[in-house]
């Protein structure tokens, strides 16, 4: 199982940028999805995250400027990100709780993390 994440880049404060992350291998589904960012010198923080029926929460930090989506056909979680500030600094991360088969026929959730993109906002 391996996580795509594509879409960082250099922006100015109050610019946006649009990340993406593709799920691909042998999955059953995926429960919850989300994106983490880690900052210079600073702990990962979870941003924004989406459960399965669609129910998004953010950090309060982010409120109103970020959105998060995603499209099961695909296999895809979205971040939308605008008016971007230089505190959004940071390499961003997705993250998906796949749902695989065992070779005995079972079912377990397994926390999947994607390669990271980085996202510089500059002054």
């Known amino acids: 199982v391996q996580l795509q994440a594509s879409g960082g880049g250099l922006v100015q404060t109050g610019g946006s940028l649009n990340l993406s992350c593709t799920v691909s291998?042998?999955?059953?589904?995926?429960?919850?999805m989300g994106w983490y960012r880690q900052a210079p010198e600073k702990q990962r923080e979870r941003v924004a995250y989406?459960?399965?029926?669609?129910?998004?929460n953010y950090i309060d930090a982010v409120k109103g400027r970020f959105t998060i989506s995603r499209d099961d056909a695909k296999n895809t979680v979205y971040l939308q990100m605008i008016s971007l500030k230089p505190e959004d600094t940071g390499v961003y991360y997705c993250?998906?709780?796949?749902?695989?088969?065992?070779?005995?026929?079972?079912?377990?959730?397994?926390?999947?993390w994607g390669q990271g993109t980085q996202v510089t906002v500059s002054s």
């Open positions: 993250y998906a709780e796949v749902l695989r088969s065992t070779d005995t026929g079972g079912v377990y959730t397994a926390p999947k």
């Open positions: 291998g042998s999955i059953l589904s995926i429960n919850g």
């Open positions: 989406i459960s399965l029926a669609g129910v998004a």
